[in-house]
């Protein structure tokens, strides 16, 4: 009990507290300032309102434990296999972090040196992906994927629109080509620039948009075709070279010169480093624009894109704005004004930090425990592999036909909820919606170590469900995944 007289204590917390005793009889025994000092102090708000500011402030400490507490509710990033985007970064990185969160992107002219980072960043990043002269090509960051591909098909659309104008042609139908396994950024895209998606159904015969039927689906409205480097459903590769050669053959037959966008959100830090061979970048003639998230596999913390042009001939000047920088001016393609200019600091730190071959270990070290987690998973005869992570570190199963009826992959996820493991279970897109899959992205900092207690924590899960004796409800299960 409190021997401190309640007073006018002021309501922020910062005012003194009224007593009829001197300063020193604070230090007496049962003093709750003692005994809590962050949520029992007197005349100080602990309960906030969740839906309208307060009316007065509190002491940052306070303030600072209830978010921090608030915070803690949220899934553990380390134990989220659900997510692409990097949840870890080193030290050096955390501080240059804190040393740079002040920094705009787009204040070219204040930030001269970010600027200048950035250029080169991206330029070493469109050597990565072989462009035929790094200094032709024209690149920029974004605030991640989904910006760098709206940029990107933005480009694909003006550049038909120019064309058809030329031509004397209508440009009221522009449609783009995509799987049906595309991730959203490209749905909104087409709403937001009204442009008609032309969606290639994924099937078990085709996996992932390849080429086939390619002529079913272009046409002179066509502005271009997207292919992924790492589906998001399932990690996979979708074979651009391929998709390029279909592309050839209906140019011969009727004239249409399609260009292909390059959504490498995932792959794009991934392949130039596990599949050096792989011809999906722009060796591929066909191949105009790519895109990556340098929050994924770049492994910066989020917040983070890029994209590249092949040649500053493939990014229609219109689109570009400039923006003053040391007293000139240099060119910005855009969507947002104001962004946060650390992470491309983190960027290029992590360029310096780990080089090519450092990108590689750290990369293989993913894709090896991937494969060890297919590998586990698909001697498990509950699960039928969809893939084994050789593409991106990422693979997805779905349970073996027949065997069971008690229960799905979203109890199996529930369950593995509870060890606080974050594994989606999700429909696949058209057509195989019958379809459930549950997938696991491993990222950097998912070791061996932990991956064998999953594989623990999987077959324990197996085994309780297996032995149950009626089937589990199905009531309220939704999708825990919906991107
Ligand atoms: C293939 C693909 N494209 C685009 C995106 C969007 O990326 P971001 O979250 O960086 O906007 C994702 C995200 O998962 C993706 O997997």
Known sequence: ?????????????????????????????????????????????????????????????????????????????????????????????????????????????????????ETRCWKMIANLWSAPDAEKAIGTSTIGSSEACMLGGLALKRRWQVARRAAGKSTEKPNLILSSAVQVCWEKFCNYWDVEARYVPISDEHKVLDGHDLDKYVDENTIGVVAIMGVTYTGMYEPVAKIAAALDEIQEKTGLDVKIHVDGASGGMIAPFLQPEL????????????????????????????????????????????????????????????????????????????????????QQASQDVAVYLSGEIGKMEAFELWNDG????????????????????????????????????????DDLTDVVVQRIVVRNGLSLNLAESLVLDIQEAVEYLDRLEAPMPHEGQVSSFTH
């Open 1 to 117: 009990m409190t021997d401190v007289k309640r007073g006018s204590a002021s309501g922020d917390g910062t005012g003194p507290i009224t007593s009829n005793r001197p300063p020193h009889a604070f230090s007496g025994r049962g003093t709750r300032n003692q005994v809590n000092p962050m949520f029992a102090r007197e005349g100080i708000a602990t309960d906030f309102p969740m839906d309208r500011m307060p009316d007065v402030g509190t002491l940052p400490e306070t303030a600072y434990q209830i978010v921090h507490d608030e915070a803690m509710l949220d899934g553990n990033a380390r134990l989220n296999l659900a997510t692409f985007v990097g949840t870890w970064m080193d030290p050096h990185a955390a501080k240059l972090y804190s040393e740079s969160s002040d920094k705009n992107m787009i204040d070219k002219d204040e930030y001269p040196q970010t600027a200048a980072i």
């Open 390 to 429: 050789t593409d991106i570190p990422v693979f997805a199963w779905q349970l073996a036909k027949g065997h069971t009826e008690k229960w799905n992959l979203y109890h199996l996820s529930e369950r593995l909820r509870l060890k606080g493991w974050l594994i989606p279970a999700y429909p696949m897109p």
């Open 279 to 362: 011809e999906w970048d722009f060796r591929v003639e066909r191949v105009v624009s790519i895109s990556t998230s340098a929050h994924k596999y770049g492994l910066v913390f989020p917040g983070l894109g890029w994209v590249v042009w092949r040649t500053v001939d493939d990014l229609p000047q219109d689109l570009v704005f400039d923006v003053t920088y040391l007293g000139g001016h240099m060119p910005t393609f855009a969507l947002n004004f104001s962004r946060p200019g650390a992470q491309v600091l983190l960027q290029y730190y992590l360029f310096l930090r780990l080089g090519w071959d450092g990108y590689r270990n750290v």
